[in-house]
């Protein structure tokens, strides 16, 4: 059978074993929000042409007031499957707020406001190199247990979300497993080079407009020397928000300029940043590497103009990204090569998507660089807590790997902590439900060093009904 017709075969299996039939899914799925500024989200999801509407309000079962989504418009419409494809934007919210929402009259879930400026005790996490469920085993058990993080506000994906080469069904399956956490968790991503690359046979055609047809960024921008002029229409390139007391900017692929004119741009929203007093840190996420002594090696040119941003921006403390298949940490950097100053790196690719290794050590580098704090081959994600005078970061261990998977070098309990750092002065006070009690207990909190055993409810704290220790 040609490659054509497998892959169209693939795809009407996958499509019968949603529920597909003529042009009508059984329920919305899909389902992802992005913050798109202090007062507004916006959904995103596949579903039948009456299930186009969001419902939402401040409880559960009491949805005042009502979206009607809009199809995205062409050429960034996704063509993975058939759809049809919904965005709804919500505006006019109320900041620093919990709604309760439901699509098409389906199950209740939420969605949270960013919290004001200056504001901490929040929860961000991070995974690169996903993939999805029909491809990756340990896929969707990394996704299940990022569900397990209660207190989280914010998932940033960097890149390689999913891998086309396997038919495009696996795109769509791939937002149906993220829905583990993607339905009550901002889904903030970058793009990788496997959302692009479509060149066959080894590429099934795959192109940018599954992916920007699928978000809406705040803040988005544009960059030359992307795989397809005719996509430039559709923006989304990269993009910046502020949340709480942290400014996160995205960067793009390194096409032809592209990470030269992302300097030009994300400099002076440095500049603001550093300048601004709500403004505490000042994190980078993207796909590519600028240390790394895994599979694929740093980015010379990115790495350039990362160091010299965290040397003249004190604020500038981390950058996140994926593309090798491993977890590492750099000591900071900024170019001086002290190992004391600048931003810390840390690559992701860990978040499903086969582990890549070379050689009976499993690195390409057997001897651990110096400027390389932790490395590991295994299967997790990057769990960040702000606080208002620091960030703890915590790279959490995933299931283990075998045969094609990869081979892992540390052996863990799934759900435990295998790398720990911190960036900044103490935590202080972790409040995160805003009950008066923190996680951990601290003296600085309002109600005192207390320990908060559930730090995602507010309802529960030492003294309450529901109390901690029963």
């Given at each position: 059978m040609p490659s054509g017709m497998i892959q169209l075969a693939r795809a009407s299996l996958y499509l019968a074993a949603l529920g597909f039939c003529g042009g009508a899914f059984a329920a919305p799925d899909e389902i992802h929000w992005t913050v798109t500024g202090p007062t507004s989200v916006t959904f995103d999801w596949r579903g039948a042409p009456a299930e186009n509407a969001i419902a939402y309000g401040l409880s559960a079962g009491n949805y005042p007031s009502t979206?009607?989504?809009?199809?995205?418009?062409?050429?960034?419409?996704?063509?993975?499957?058939?759809?049809?494809?919904?965005?709804?934007?919500?505006?006019?919210?109320?900041?620093?707020?919990?709604?309760?929402?439901?699509?098409?009259?389906?199950?209740?879930?939420?969605f949270r406001t960013p919290p004001p400026a200056s504001a901490s005790s929040f929860v961000v996490l991070a995974e690169g190199d996903i993939g999805d469920s029909s491809s990756y085993s340990n896929m969707?058990?990394?996704?299940?247990?990022?569900?397990?993080?209660?207190?989280?506000?914010?998932?940033?994906?960097?890149?390689?979300?999913?891998?086309?080469?396997?038919?495009l069904p696996v795109i769509d399956q791939h937002f149906n497993d993220v829905m583990a956490w993607s339905r009550d968790v901002a889904y903030m991503p970058t793009w990788g080079n496997h959302?692009?690359?479509?060149?066959?046979?080894?590429?099934?055609?795959?192109?940018?407009?599954?992916?920007?047809?699928r978000f809406d960024f705040p803040n988005p921008r544009i960059t030359p020397g992307g795989p397809d002029v005719n996509y430039n229409a559709c923006g989304?390139?990269?993009?910046?928000?502020?949340?709480?007391?942290v400014r996160f900017i995205a960067y793009p692929e390194p096409w032809t300029g592209a990470i030269t004119d992302w300097n030009t741009q994300a400099t002076p929203l440095m500049n603001a940043a550093q300048a601004d007093p709500n403004i505490r840190?000042?994190?980078?996420?993207?796909?590519?590497?600028?240390?790394?002594?895994?599979?694929?090696?740093?980015?010379?040119?990115?790495?350039?103009?990362?160091?010299?941003?965290?040397?003249?921006?004190?604020?500038?403390?981390?950058?996140?990204?994926?593309?090798?298949?491993?977890y590492e940490r750099s000591y900071p950097q900024n170019g001086s090569g002290d190992n004391q100053n600048g931003a810390i790196h840390v690559t992701?690719?860990?978040?499903?998507?086969?582990?890549?290794?070379?050689?009976?050590?499993?690195?390409?580098?057997?001897?651990?660089?110096?400027?390389?704090?932790?490395?590991?081959m295994r299967h997790g994600y990057l769990k960040l807590t702000f606080t208002p005078t620091?960030?703890?970061?915590?790279?959490?261990?995933?299931?283990?790997?075998?045969?094609?998977?990869?081979?892992?070098?540390?052996?863990?309990?799934?759900?435990?902590?295998?790398?720990?750092?911190?960036?900044?002065g103490p935590p202080g006070c972790v409040d995160t439900d805003g009950d008066g009690y923190g996680n951990p207990g601290d003296a600085s909190c309002p109600n005192g060093a207390a320990l908060d055993c559930a730090n995602n409810n507010p309802a529960v704290y030492p003294g309450a009904p529901q109390v901690c220790d029963g």
């Open positions: 979206v009607t989504a809009a199809s995205p418009a062409a050429p960034c419409v996704p063509w993975s499957s058939p759809g049809p494809f919904w965005e709804a934007r919500l505006t006019g919210l109320l900041p620093n707020t919990l709604y309760h929402y439901s699509i098409a009259n389906g199950p209740d879930h939420t969707p058990l990394i996704q299940q247990l990022m569900a397990q993080e209660l207190d989280a506000r914010i998932a940033l994906l960097v890149g390689d979300l999913t891998y086309g080469e396997h038919g959302e692009f690359e479509a060149v066959p046979p080894d590429w099934c055609c795959d192109d940018l407009r599954n992916y920007k047809g989304e390139d990269w993009y910046w928000f502020d949340y709480g007391n840190f000042i994190v980078t996420f993207g796909h590519r590497p600028a240390y790394s002594s895994g599979n694929h090696p740093g980015e010379g040119q990115l790495k350039g103009y990362l160091d010299a941003l965290a040397a003249t921006h004190t604020k500038y403390v981390l950058n996140i990204n994926g593309h090798s298949h491993n992701v690719g860990t978040g499903g998507a086969s582990l890549q290794q070379v050689g009976a050590c499993l690195w390409p580098i057997c001897t651990q660089p110096s400027w390389s704090a932790a490395r590991y620091s960030i703890q970061g915590a790279f959490v261990c995933g299931p283990a790997s075998s045969g094609s998977s990869g081979t892992n070098d540390i052996a863990c309990t799934p759900g435990s902590t295998i790398d720990s750092f911190s960036i900044g």
